[in-house]
């Protein structure tokens, strides 16, 4: 176990040289980029002047801001260091003046304050986990509950019809991006087009909140419902042809083994070799993935959230995007780097749990 | 020989390779459009000789122009000959029986010559390639096995030759849906704007203008020729009665307003005189037009003019201003839209049909390069392994854990979009990543055969060894990775326009389309999403059939079970 025990602990000193190495790339460049928050707020000011003063404001609108205010303003917006030092600023290995010369940063669990909404964006992002990981967990769930059975269903009637239609099905459901299936199925069963049964996007109804305070809890467990199920298609969609091939392929693998064999020849009946024998070492694969599962409950959201218009994760990512607000971004980043890290380790932990023959060093 | 010299000679050979698919179309066409050119040099040789530039000048300016109308022609008579040709009477046959509709003849042609270049000269022209580079241009028996395997998969067998071949098509469309015409005869006048316009995107290098300007065939104006206007001026030449209608009533409402004005007196406002001058000036320029008119008319009439206008004659940047209503217009066959206009006007026929070459050529070009990049990582850490294998691979590790399509987002905001900066982060965030790990995992087996280590044992250079030895049999799962890259890249590419991250603003694409079907237009507009979507799935699926095909005929896994 020596060996494996150093390759764990090498791969976790890892994670912060990765987290470093990406976060100041994605940093330096938002230092770079045109169209910053200085410039947006030149905007909005030269705006406000106008409708304020009328043509008088708008005419001296140029020199609104002189020298000394834009100086204010980077230094505002932490603009004024040098990139390498803004970095260290903004991780929170360098002393702050504006905290009073303490080190706040991420370390320190200050992400800072977002430019557009003037809120801290811990509070932002952490706002948007329930959503996220709703659907994330039920996706995920709902995909092993569909996923297993119909790939055993495959393997064991292997080359049938019923293998070649559900074939056909998986690959349809490969080619088509999980958004667009989330769009496709809003045009069918949420428009007047085929049958309006589900409701045309959101998380749930507006008054949601008024009627569970109201008691009716049944009602807002359908409408829950009723809003989940387009979304989580599109959710499902991105696993469901891996899934279900793999753990074909794998029992299928299985069943050709010896050990199979032995267990034919000493008199087991099918059944129990099936899912007893061949079942149990045919899940390890699929065990693997559990740990970028984890990556999924909060990325992969981004096109369905913007699809079905569902106020999570990605699309606070995609707004702050569209509104140049770096300091969410950055937060977001970090959510989504940190998480991926620990899936894959995840991931080789939970495999070398599960699989004795494997030995990582 | 050195390290440096083997990755450096190996780098060379396995982007060639890889990226020979990709260019070896382009070359193609670049090559017909030489010849094109070559067969009109006798027209040129009047042109007085002066040095290279005068050359590069020639081939600028006058590609297709009228002079060079004879060697045009000739050229693709011999284009379409070689299939005719090849094929015995057959095509010919049913290009004259195509005849009848004078559409059929064009969509032909260009199925023709797709099939050709696509099914004989891409061929001829890999074997080609790889005897240049010292192979024997022969298949293996293991890759003819392979490729036999793989023709009697007949999903994916036809699958791979529809999209080749729709692939290939796409390449020609600028002469199949355009709102240029192919060819157009005004007195004496003779251009060939879309066939210039396709030599221009060919020719990226240089640049070959396909402008005409509408007072040279018989219309008013500095502006570019109407050509669908010209084309119903050719079918029925009473239409002019109806642009003579209009000049009447402008020049009588002028002649009324005119016969108001008092002409100014010597000492009246600068202002005033310029005024009256101009309207003078106006209504004498509309009788000149009246009367220029008439001749037109006998011109068209007469018929000393013509167009050939192509299959289907509205480009991806022509507005639908022709239909009344206001935009995104619904489908209708009767108005002539057949799948409808987006929210600006552009036809969705023509946004789906150039949406489709720019997805297929995004994802191929990424995938050309990616591949060989990654092939030669993947390699140096399987052959070599030791220090180089361990600071890669974490090195990978690190690169892989970005978050891509945010990152690619994040740097979009920043910088001018535009294809080849898509290209570019998607190879350099993506597409090499995947591959290296299946080439390392080759090329670190294939080191440890009996073969290998007894080419080693002889003394063969470590390059004949990679090259000659390990490669050629380490390339199966690039060839089974393919398929589903390309179908990853499509996905990619249509996420991010669908977001508004992707091409830039005007490009058509599917990704673009889909994202304006959104809200109120689901329930309004539902075309906006069926078209892309249906279009997505279709190809998409293709291509999957495709590689599940490659992976059944390459790598065949046997399930044997007792029962």
Request: include cysteine; proline fraction near 5%.
């Amino acid at each position: 176990m020596h060996g494996m025990t150093s390759y764990f602990i090498r791969r976790i000193l890892l994670v912060p040289v990765t987290f470093v190495c990406i976060t100041f790339m994605v940093y330096a460049i938002q230092r770079l980029a045109p169209g910053g928050p200085i410039e947006q707020a030149q905007a909005r000011l030269q705006q406000e002047m106008a409708a304020e003063g009328g043509a008088a404001a708008a005419a001296t609108g140029d020199s609104a801001l002189d020298e000394e205010t834009m100086k204010e303003l980077q230094r505002f917006y932490k603009l004024d260091r040098p990139i390498p030092i803004g970095y260290m600023i903004w991780l929170g290995v360098w002393p702050d003046r504006d905290k009073g010369g303490k080190l706040s940063g991420v370390l320190e669990g200050d992400f800072g304050t977002s430019t557009r909404w003037a809120d801290p964006v811990l509070d932002k992002i952490t706002s948007k986990f329930p959503v996220s990981i709703y659907f994330g967990l039920i996706g995920y769930l709902a995909s092993w509950l569909v996923c297993i059975p119909l790939g055993i269903k495959k393997a064991l009637n292997h080359r049938s019809n019923f293998d070649t239609a559900t074939s056909m099905l998986v690959f349809l459901g490969y080619s088509i991006p999980g958004f667009v299936a989330c769009v496709l199925l809003m045009l069918l069963f949420a428009t007047d087009m085929v049958y309006k049964i589900f409701p045309l996007g959101d998380f749930r109804s507006e008054n949601w909140d008024t009627m569970w305070a109201a008691g009716e809890y049944w009602w807002c467990v359908k409408d829950q419902i009723w809003h989940t199920a387009i979304p989580l298609v599109g959710w499902m969609l991105a696993s469901f042809a891996t899934m279900t091939i793999l753990m074909k392929n794998s029992l299928l693998d299985n069943l050709g083994s010896d050990y199979v064999r032995t267990a034919f020849a000493k008199g087991l009946n099918e059944r129990r070799v099936v899912f007893v024998h061949a079942l149990r070492n045919s899940m390890i694969p699929l065990c693997v993935g559990i740990g970028h599962a984890v990556g999924l409950l909060f990325a992969g959201s981004f096109l369905i959230e913007k699809a079905c218009n569902i106020d999570g994760m990605g699309l606070l990512g995609y707004t702050s995007l569209l509104q140049r607000d770096y300091p969410i971004l950055m937060g977001i980043l970090v959510f989504l780097v940190l998480i991926r890290l620990t899936g894959n380790i995840l991931s080789d932990l939970i495999l070398a749990l599960v699989d004795p023959r494997v030995r990582f060093s | 020989m050195s390290i440096l010299t083997t990755v450096l000679l190996y780098a060379l050979y396995a982007v060639l390779l890889a990226i020979g698919a990709a260019v070896a179309s382009w070359l193609v066409f670049s090559v017909v459009a030489l010849a094109l050119w070559l067969v009109s040099l006798p027209v040129r040789l009047t042109v007085p000789k002066s040095g290279l530039m005068r050359l590069v000048k020639a081939i600028q300016l006058g590609l297709f122009g009228a002079r060079e109308a004879a060697g045009f022609v000739l050229g693709w008579i011999i284009v379409l000959l070689l299939p005719v040709l090849k094929y015995g009477g057959l095509l010919a046959l049913i290009a004259a029986a195509g005849y009848a509709i004078w559409k059929a003849p064009m969509i032909l042609l260009v199925f023709a010559l797709s099939w050709l270049v696509t099914w004989k000269l891409i061929p001829w022209l890999w074997v080609r390639l790889e005897r240049l580079f010292g192979g024997s241009g022969k298949m293996t028996p293991i890759t003819k096995k392979r490729v036999a395997r793989f023709r009697r998969i007949k999903r994916g067998y036809w699958s791979f030759r529809v999209i080749t071949t729709l692939f290939v098509m796409s390449l020609f469309l600028e002469l199949i849906v355009s709102g240029k015409a192919i060819a157009i005869y005004y007195d004496g006048n003779l251009a060939f704007p879309a066939p210039r316009e396709w030599v221009d995107k060919l020719a990226f290098f240089t640049k070959i203008s396909s402008f005409e300007k509408a007072s040279d065939f018989g219309q008013v104006g500095d502006q570019e020729v109407d050509y669908r206007k010209f084309a119903k001026w050719c079918d029925d030449p009473s239409e002019l009665d109806g642009v003579k209608k209009e000049l009447e009533a402008k020049l009588e409402k002028n002649e009324k307003r005119f016969a108001k004005m008092k002409p100014p007196k010597p000492d009246a406002p600068e202002l005033k005189r310029k005024r009256y001058e101009s309207k003078q000036r106006s209504i004498a320029k509309t009788k000149v037009d009246l009367a220029e008119l008439v001749e037109t008319r006998r011109k068209f009439e007469g018929g000393s003019a013509w167009v050939l206008m192509p299959v289907y004659p509205y480009g991806p940047q022509d507005l639908r201003t022709d239909v009344e209503g206001s935009f995104p217009l619904k489908p209708s066959l009767a108005k002539g839209i057949p799948l409808g206009t987006d929210t600006s006007g552009h036809d969705v026929v023509a946004l789906l049909t150039y949406g489709f070459r720019i997805s297929f050529l995004f994802a191929l070009v990424v995938a050309a390069i990616g591949y060989a990049i990654g092939i030669v990582v993947g390699g140096i850490q399987g052959y070599y392994g030791g220090w180089t294998d361990i600071v890669t691979q974490r090195f990978q590790e690190i690169w892989g854990s970005i978050p891509f399509l945010f990152t690619i987002m994040i740097i979009g905001t920043m910088v001018d979009r535009t294809l080849g900066l898509m290209i570019v982060l998607m190879v350099i965030l993506r597409s090499w990543l995947g591959i290296t790990y299946y080439v390392r995992a080759e090329f670190y087996r294939e080191k440890a055969k009996d073969y290998v280590q007894a080419a080693i044992g002889a003394g063969v250079s470590d390059r004949k060894i990679i090259l000659g030895h390990i490669l050629p049999n380490s390339l199966v799962p690039v060839v089974t990775f393919a398929p589903f890259g390309i179908v990853a890249y499509i996905g990619a590419l249509v996420s991010l326009d669908f977001l508004g991250f992707g091409l830039p603003p005007g490009t058509p694409s599917w990704g673009a389309l889909l994202g304006q079907g959104l809200g109120d237009n689901l329930t309004h507009y539902p075309h906006l999403t069926i078209v892309p979507t249906v279009a997505l799935a279709i190809s998409l699926y293709m291509v999957v059939m495709i590689g599940e095909a490659v992976r059944e005929a390459f790598d065949p896994k046997v399930f044997s079970r007792l029962r």
